[in-house]
């Protein structure tokens, strides 16, 4: 299995596809393999790099806290391991926050970016929600954490279709049986990054192109932090989902998916 030495830790990453790289960085709670759906697509045109961040999946769990500089310095020790340079770079959530600090602490290493539901600084009430979410991964069962988490993430549209709830049941099953969940220490060292991450002033000088995206229903990161990002950022284009939640990207992958594939084809 590919581990490498990265800042310190043992970093689980995978490659899929051919073609100009292409890191996809994933949100608070998941690992790489999350991206499966977009995987599958996008490596059709790129050489694929999914990274576990630290703190879940195959890479190391050390106590924290942890900062999104941090780990935009695990993922620039991948790149520099592969030899990459002016790669695109993909983030979702907490991902985008890693991407964000990649650019701004790395430039040499991205060539372009998709940032999705973004933020650059975080309100009381965002801090809340991530300290409540710790809170009650230390006290419930594991169908009961990913239970709050679909309802942070996913619109009453989702909730609504018979089809996709289905699955967000079967989801809260599949929980109760994972057999590498992710550790209260390292969710404590992520929440960490994404409550204290704040890069607003230092958004102007990154210069590369950047595609924005977000949901105009997303009530885990709203709207205003996604066009706070864009708008701070001087050469960014934003998309945004109408009745859409967090996980956007699962709502309206097949919109999604092609479009993100031809923007980072022209960026």
Sequence with gaps: MPFIKSNGINLYYEEHGEGEPLLLIMGITAP??????HLEYWKQFFRCIIVDNRGVG???KPAGPYT???MADDCAGLLQHLGLEKVRVAGVSMGSIIAQQLAYRHPDH????????????CDNTAKDIFRHMMDIKARL??????R???LLIYSKASFDNEETYKGMLEDRLKANNDTNPQPLIGLEGQAAACMEHYI?????????PVLVLGGEADKFTPLWMTKEVAENLPNSDL?????????????NIDDFNPRVKQWLLTH
């Design 239 to 251: 998309h945004t989902y109408s009745k859409s939640g967090h996980a956007f990207h699962w709502e």
């Design 148 to 150: 709050y988490i679909q």
């Design 200 to 208: 607003l002033e230092q958004l102007k000088e990154i210069k590369q």
């Design 68 to 70: 999104s500089s941090m």
């Design 141 to 146: 069962k594991p169908d009961e954490f990913n």
């Design 32 to 37: 790489g393999a999350v991206w499966e759906k």
């Design 110 to 121: 991205v060539k372009s970016m998709v940032l999705m539901c973004p933020w650059a600084r």
């Design 58 to 60: 195959q890479s190391d």
